[in-house]
């Protein structure tokens, strides 16, 4: 079970900091620096459904600090602990043949290693997926009621990760009820009051989180049935769901044409049903919730459902019965998803979310936001007095609180224009004020951070979802403002402008 696990661990720290923190983790930066209380009033307001991620990692900041390497770790344990949990699945369920190819098919998928090396809590949905499972199996296997407490306590921490996780329910509920028929005793009493208790601290966090606008959900239309399978999905048009999940075509397609051979391949049928349900239910609860309000039916939501789709896989590779055929499967995984694996970790891989197709937040391919860069011409034209203006905030791409991060603890340029700062907001965005010529007194050189690589930074990108700035705040710089410098990065365009003689 340990080599499953040291391969995920070793692929999650390989090229661990080469890519920069991109916009969904300096949100966790944002939200997990500032105090406790003005944490809870921000959950409030935004982003509950990852409000006990933020909490965890504010701890662990405070401990081991906020380095790309610190902040992504507990990702790449959480990654390593799951894969170990698969393989313990696949063991207790089919046998330790079974348990070594899920495990290893799990940490041969390319989104495995993608999200061990990202600051953000999916590791730990499917950690908490993996562990939940193993709990079940433990609790059908001897009913005892503290193994159903473990059970509930794992679900816990399954929705506080993920709460749409949580449709992982009814695979279970199916297992639940098949042993149930066998034995007639009260097993589904016991796990409904397991599941019910689960529920109960993890309701003030699911009512505030549904309640709340969200970015990706509000914009996502309804599944019809295709998208429910998984062959297509409009977000980049002509795309499929499945080599999005799991972050290549190729390993989508073995690894679940595995999983649905299972059914048919294991000697236990049934009970191969049974694992791959765990996969297809929650899919289906997904899509029926998604026909009624917002849609949850996005492709990166669904990396959960990783550790039972390798499960399944496993069962299908055991069932052969020679090592190997379990060694030629597992290559031909691996070497499906080396292109993949080694795009994961390419200068733009954290920002092109809809890999392998076409990324729809750039102006040209392969262009990302290149925060270092961008903190690095800062850094090295900065003088004493200098501002800094972001036209569009606040914007898509949190470019504030990227040279806030990448220029910490050293001297910057005084950000000119702020009101209130994402804190005072309660929020992960600042304010600006609208009195930009008396903020821009005594003040001689101004840096402006325009959104993509363009010769009008203070024009509109919708490409790059960045409004057109206040037309005032446009008058207050250039008014009394020249350029001396125009500088372009990857993802933006960095201008200098002095006073006017």
Request: overall charge positive; glycine content about 6%.
């Amino acid at each position: 079970m340990l080599v499953p696990a040291a391969v995920t661990l070793a692929l999650g720290c390989v090229g661990l900091v080469r890519v920069e923190l991109w916009r969904d983790e300096l949100a966790t930066w944002n939200a997990a620096t500032r105090p406790v209380a003005d944490l809870f009033a921000m959950a409030g307001n935004i982003d509950a459904f990852y409000f006990p991620y933020y909490l965890f990692t504010h701890f662990w900041i405070g401990i081991f600090g906020d380095s790309a390497a610190a902040l992504r770790a507990p990702s790449v344990l959480a990654a390593a602990g799951a894969t170990a949990l698969v393989a313990l699945i696949g063991s207790r369920w089919f046998g330790r043949p079974a348990g070594f190819c899920a495990g290893t098919v799990f940490a041969l998928i390319p989104m495995v290693s993608r999200m061990a090396q990202e600051a953000r809590p999916y590791a730990f949905a499917m950690l908490f997926v993996a562990l939940s499972t193993w709990l079940l199996l433990r609790a059908v296997d001897d009913p005892a009621w503290g193994r159903w407490a473990g059970y509930g306590a794992g679900m816990t921490a399954l929705g506080a990760s993920q709460v749409t996780a949580l449709t992982l329910v009814a695979g279970h509920a199916a297992l639940v009820f098949v042993r149930w028929r066998r034995h007639r005793d009260n097993r589904v009493l016991r796990f409904a009051v397991a599941f019910a208790a689960a529920l109960v601290p993890l309701a003030p966090l699911a009512v505030t989180s549904l309640g709340q606008p969200q970015v990706v959900t509000d914009l996502l239309p309804r599944p019809d049935l295709a998208t429910l399978l998984g062959f297509t999905y409009p977000f980049p048009p002509d795309s499929a769901v499945w080599p999005q999940t799991f972050r290549s075509a190729w390993v989508a397609w073995i690894v679940l044409g595995l999983a649905v051979l299972a059914v048919v391949v294991a000697k236990r049928r049934q009970e191969a049903a049974l694992a791959l349900g765990m996969f297809v239910l929650p899919l289906v609860v997904l899509w029926v919730a998604s026909q009624a309000g917002k849609s949850f039916y996005f492709p990166r939501y669904f990396v959960f459902l990783l550790p039972v789709a390798a499960v399944a896989a496993g069962i299908t590779l055991a069932a052969a019965r020679r090592p190997a055929v379990w060694a030629t499967a597992l290559a031909a995984v691996a070497a499906a998803g080396f292109a993949d694996q080694a795009a994961a970790r390419s200068p733009d891989s954290h920002d092109h979310a809809f890999y392998p197709y076409p990324n729809m937040f750039s102006e040209y391919p392969g262009q990302h936001a290149a925060y270092t860069q961008l903190a690095e011409r800062i850094r090295t034209g900065f003088r004493p007095g200098d501002a800094i203006v972001y036209p569009d905030r606040p914007n898509f791409w949190f470019t504030d609180t990227a040279i806030a991060y990448y220029l910490r603890g050293e001297p910057a340029p005084r950000d000119v224009f702020l009101a209130k700062s994402a804190v005072d907001n309660a929020s992960l965005f600042a304010s600006d004020t609208t009195d930009y010529a008396d903020r821009l007194r005594g003040t001689n050189r101004v840096w402006v951070v325009g959104l993509g690589e363009r010769r009008d930074w203070f024009a509109a990108n919708p490409r790059l979802f960045a409004p057109p700035p206040s037309p005032a705040k446009v008058a207050a710089v250039t008014g009394d403002f020249e350029t001396a410098e125009v500088s372009r990065v990857p993802g933006f365009t960095l201008t200098l402008m002095t006073r006017r003689p």
